[in-house]
């Protein structure tokens, strides 16, 4: 009971009447290198390995190389692409196709609005 009438008594830590220390307070700046890797060099080396590692191994249990990876890569890129021009060529036969009935109708529409206009 004594402590409760004290008038120099100190709030808790964590309320926050008090200012922090300023040097606590000033975050601390981070090179631009830290910024880059997104942390320490000698950190992002050693998830860089571990990685590398964990992901070697699985592709020596599949059976897959880099050169393969590349190879299945340009191959289904050269596919997409035979396959999108076929498409554009599908759809310019489609447009002449259609242009053939579509034009001529359209065109003879016109001259028969043209005649009884006048």
Excluded: C, Q
Aim: a positive charge.
């Amino acid at each position: 009971m004594i402590g409760d009438h004290e008038t120099r008594r100190r709030p808790p830590l964590d309320s926050g009447a008090y200012p922090a220390d300023p040097r606590a307070a000033a975050p601390r700046r981070r090179s631009g290198l830290n910024r880059f890797l997104g942390g320490s060099p000698a950190a992002v080396f050693v998830k860089l390995l571990f990685l590398s590692v964990l992901v070697g191994s699985v592709m020596a249990m599949l059976g897959l190389t880099p050169g393969l990876l590349f190879w299945h890569l340009y191959d289904l890129t050269r596919s997409l692409i035979d396959l999108g021009l076929d498409t554009f060529h599908d759809f310019g036969r489609w447009i002449l196709a259609g242009a053939v009935v579509v034009v001529p109708i359209w065109f003879i529409a016109r001259l028969m609005t043209v005649s009884r206009e006048r």
